[in-house]
Structure formats: C-alpha cells, structure tokens
C-alpha cells in the first residue's frame, strides 16, 4: 500500500456545513445552496442558474398492505416462485416413475421367464441409482423421525443440540418461533435507526427508482418523470429480508432482489394505459396505471427439504425463512445485462449467473463460513472486473475473462461499499471505523490484475462554526467520524461520503455528508501534487418534521412507549445514498434519510471542472 498524497482537508480550505435548520436545495457554481426558510433569496438565484428543486419522496416507517395488491395481477407474482419450485418437486419425482416402471417390467419377465444375469445387473443399477437420488431425501425423513421419538423422552433442547435443526419437530417450532422474535427484534430496532427503506435501485434508462421497505419486504416503484407512485407492489413469499435491488440493463423492466431465498427475479410489462413515449421505439413508462408482474426464483445451490418455504403469501404466516448458502448479500448487473454476480451471508464464494437461461456458475475462493460472508460486490462499467469485499477483511479482484483473482489480506478490517470509475481504471472505497478513504489503481488493460492500492485523503473530525450562522450565533458543530459509504457519480465528479453512527461518534453531526471534487487521474500521474479529492462542500438532509403526539393521559399507554414515539434526538441520518444514472446537467444525487424522505440533490457542473 503506497503513501498517501497531500490533500487540503475541509478544515484547511474553510468549508463549514450549513446549521442544524438548514435544508440543501443542490449546487451551482461549485457552491451548496442551503435553505432556512422559504423565503431565503438563495433559492432565486439556484434558480437563475437552471438549478431543479425535486421535491421529497416520504415513505412510512409502518405500512398495511391489502392482499390483493401484494400480488402483481391477482397472484400473478407469486406463480414464477412457485414454478421454480414445481419443477424441482417433479425433477425428484420422475426417477421414482422411472423406477415403478423398471420395476413392474422386471417383474413381469421374472414371472415369465428365469431371472437373467442381464436383468439382476439391471435391477442392482436402478437399485443403486435410485439410493443415490433418494438418499438425502431419505436421511432427512429418518433423522426427523428420530428426533420426533427422542423429544418425548429427552428436553427439546438437548435432542436439538444432538441432530440439528429439523422442521417439524417441537425444537424447531420454538426455534422458528425465537428466530421470528429476534428478526422482528432487530427489525424495529434498524427501523427506528435505520429508517423504513433497506435500500434504493435506479432504472438504468429511465426516471423510475425501485424503494425496498423494512418493515413490510416490499418493493415500491416511483416514477419521478411524472411524480407518482406506481400503484403495484411488489411483494412475494420467498422475498424476505431484502438486501439488495439492481436493475438488469438492456432489458426492458426488469428488477433483481436479493433475499434470504436467493434472487428475487421481477419482470415488469407495462399494461396498455400506461404512459405512451413520444418515440416509438422507446419502451412505454410505467407510470400510475396497472402494469403486469411475475417473479422466477433463483436459488443456489437449489432449495433443499430441509427449507420448507411457503408455497403462498399471507399476512398470517410469520414463518422466516432460515439463511442458507444461497441466501444473497449483495448483488450486481454486468453493464450488458447479461450476466449477473451474487454474494452470500454465509460463505465467501461468488456465484455468476446467466440470467436468460437461468443457470449458475459457483466461483468458490473466499472461504467457506460466515466469517467470510460478501459484504459488497461491483462490477467495472466495462464488465471487465469483479471486486468482491469480504467479512474476514479480504478484498478480491476478479478479471472476467478466465475468472483469475488478486486478494489484498492487508486492510485489517472490512472494506465498505465499492465505488467505480467511470472509465474502469480506478475505484474508491473505505474501511470500517476509519476516516480514511482508499484508491485502488489499475496500471494496465485487462485482463491484467496489476494494481496498487493507496490511501488518498482522510476525513479528519472537528469543530466548527456553521456556515450560515443558523439561530444560535455561538453553536458549534462536530463534522466526522468513521466513513459508512461511499457514492460516485457516473461523470465520475463528484464522490459523496456518509458518516457512521456509533460510540465514538456520539457528539458528532452524522446526519451531514462530505462531498469531494474528483479527479481519478491524479492516481496515475507520477510525483503529482494534487490530490484525487478536494473538500467541495457538505449537504444537509431534511429534519424530522412535524413529530406525532403521543396522548399521555391515556392509561393504557405505558410510559416507556409514550417516550419513545416523542423523543427523536439529534437530526435524520443517512440510510442510503447512490447517483441517478443519466442526469445531463451534472450529477442527481439520491438520499434515504432515517426519518423515511427520500431527497434528491442535483448538482450542476461542467464535465471535467476541477479545482486545485
């Protein structure tokens, strides 16, 4: 790892963030414009220079889904899940048919003629065929039947401890039941911190964000070409604990969710009301009218027995689905839409999908167990690179063109979110409970994996002054902390930090985000003296609002409740922050803020402007 270059820090340029009552409108002019009130002249002159003021996106923290509107087009939704699903149930079921039918034929010939070497060597074949196929099946029907004899004589917990986990025993009832608990548990609690949304997607082509929600495991679609919600949800059985959400490029409305099950596969048509394009050739908009859904399962390696996953959506059933290997962590779209790579919660291994046919290549290299599990996955803008972070602190490059791999081993603690270049040669990323930001530089084409990794700048923590003054003349601010994640704008301009909110942070304003000017050639010039990244300005999300009032006289009400639905200390912190994919003025960055807004900050600018 090479030294870092000299960089200005925020503190060192004279950047201050706005007050805790200000709102960021956008930028203009390599300038914030932060709003007060509604009366603020700043707003007039962003105006004057084309600046757009979006307006937010709120979605609620709790949310109570109708039935008929979970399933696209009356359960249309749910039968691509199911069918993946079927057709493994009657893959296992054709060798038993196979064998019913060799069986009854030999017993014909046996009943005719002697038995023949030709046809006990048959039999013994089909015999051993069948154990082979069946035995899995058979194991498990043996061992819960033992474990269903022992739980009546031995403590539930015991038998458990001595055979595992098996569904349909009392051990595994009171299990499920625990897991349920403690994942509604841990739930609430990332909903109060946290916020209502899990994480955002971008349609690559169009003005459509795809919102997974909490609470619910839901996916919402906005359409901010014409400001309106789309009125189908996408909502499945199998999709439970959504981790992540891409749109597969080149392919129309076509939506991927990792989940606990695997990948949820959504495939969206526009109905026939739906908003028409000028252009012909463009696909129609999805817009505010019913449109037509239905979700493939994929799942690997594929879905055992021993997963006795529902077979319908309910609002009844609080069966959780367990973690397994092909239980996905995050996920990513090759820019053709070709391929898609998933990592896992509870192994290292990637897995590489041809998504038209539906089959999966495992790329075993990064352990076995959780203490490996994929924190994060990205693939280059030219598909040329796979980079792949992992919970043991491991960072792998891959080259896709015979799948050969680097591994860095040296960053002593888990890499965060990766962010590419736009021109493939570079990416940025940070490290958990550290202010530091990294660079790794590719030297030549691919598939060369020739690259070093160097420290580029710093966020370091400090006091200061806000910038315009806000209603307490003497308030100081605490700026920084360890860096949560990071976003980069297409351009490859702008990069956006977020702060993480933990005990070393407790003073500090993590509700603010760092912007840096960029320069990614920086990283190639030799001896150069400016820095990759210069300290832009900060960006300020939306406040609470207007809080709900909790009626304390009412005697049913605890105490301890009535506190927590008034108390909302310190300001919104980010949850989730990425760049819409075409914006021709500059950069559209968007942010999910704990308190369930979803803001978007335009920033306007020339390609290729940067300031020393």
Request: charge should be neutral; include cysteine; hydrophobic fraction near 40%.
């Amino acid at each position: 790892m090479s030294t870092p270059r000299a960089a200005a820090t925020f503190e060192q340029r004279g950047i201050r963030p706005p007050s805790k009552e200000a709102v960021t409108v956008g930028e203009s002019d390599l300038k914030f414009i932060h709003l007060r009130n509604g009366e603020d002249t700043s707003l007039l002159q962003y105006v004057r220079n084309g600046g757009i003021a979006f307006p937010h996106i709120m979605v609620p923290e709790a949310l109570q889904l109708r039935g008929a509107a979970t399933t696209s087009r009356s359960g249309d939704a749910l039968a691509g899940g199911v069918s993946i699903l079927r057709k493994q149930a009657e893959a296992t079921q054709e060798p038993r048919q196979l064998q019913d039918e060799a069986n009854g034929s030999s017993k014909v010939v046996k009943g005719s003629e002697p038995e023949s070497a030709v046809a006990t060597a048959v039999s013994h074949a089909l015999w051993l065929w069948n154990a082979k196929h069946h035995a899995p099946e058979f194991l498990y029907q043996t061992r819960t039947q033992v474990l269903l004899t022992t739980e009546s004589w031995l403590p539930a917990s015991i038998a458990q401890r001595v055979f595992g986990h098996v569904s349909g025993t009392a051990s595994a009832a009171r299990t499920d039941a625990e897991e349920v608990e403690h994942a509604e548990d841990q739930r609430s609690m990332l909903t109060m911190t946290e916020g209502p949304i899990t994480c955002i997607a971008w349609h690559p082509h169009r003005s459509l964000v795809a919102i997974a929600h909490r609470a619910t495991d839901a996916v919402f679609l906005y359409d901010l070409a014409h400001d309106t919600w789309c009125s189908n949800v996408l909502q499945n059985a199998y999709m439970q604990g959504i981790t992540s959400l891409a749109w597969q490029p080149n392919c129309g409305y076509t939506l991927a969710v990792g989940c606990t099950a695997g990948v949820c596969l959504w495939s969206m048509l526009p109905g026939s009301h739906s908003q028409q394009p000028a252009d012909s050739q463009q696909v129609p908009s999805l817009g505010a009218a019913q449109f037509s859904a239905w979700m493939t399962l994929m799942s690997f390696p594929l879905l055992g027995s021993s997963h006795k996953y529902p077979a319908s959506l309910s609002h009844s059933d609080k069966s959780t689905l367990h973690r397994s290997d092909a239980s996905v962590s995050a996920l990513a779209f090759s820019s053709s839409g070709q391929w898609l790579v998933t990592g896992h919660q509870t192994h290292g291994h990637l897995t590489v999908w041809d998504v038209a046919l539906g089959s999966a290549t495992p790329i075993r290299r990064s352990g076995n167990s959780s203490r490996s599990a994929t924190l994060h996955v990205g693939i280059s803008p030219n598909g040329r690179y796979v980079v792949s972070t992992h919970a043991s602190g491991q960072l792998r490059l891959w080259e896709t063109e015979n799948w050969t791999s680097r591994v860095w081993s040296d960053l002593r603690v888990n890499a965060s979110q990766i962010v590419w270049s736009p021109d493939s040669r570079s990416l940025f990323f940070a490290v958990a409970g550290s202010a530091d930001i990294f660079a790794l530089a590719l030297y030549r084409p691919p598939p060369s994996l020739e690259a070093e990794i160097a420290l580029v700048t710093s966020f370091e923590p400090h006091d200061t002054a806000p910038s315009d003054g806000g209603s307490n003349s003497t308030e100081r601010i605490r700026v920084g902390a360890a860096i949560k994640s990071l976003a980069l704008d297409p351009k490859g301009q702008r990069l956006v930090v977020s702060f993480e909110d933990d005990s070393a942070s407790a003073m500090a304003d993590i509700s603010l985000l760092a912007v840096y000017l960029v320069s990614a050639e920086a990283l190639f010039r030799a001896g150069a003296s400016s820095s990759a990244l210069m300290p832009l300005g900060y960006i300020r999300g939306p406040g609470w609002g207007e809080q709900l009032r909790v009626d304390t006289t009412d005697s049913a009400l605890p105490e301890s409740s009535t506190k927590k639905k008034r108390a909302r200390l310190g300001l919104p912190i980010p949850s989730w922050l990425g760049f819409a994919p075409n914006f021709e003025s500059g950069a559209l960055l968007s942010v999910a803020w704990a308190n369930g807004k979803v803001s978007f900050v335009p920033m306007l600018f020339n390609a290729g402007a940067f300031t020393k």
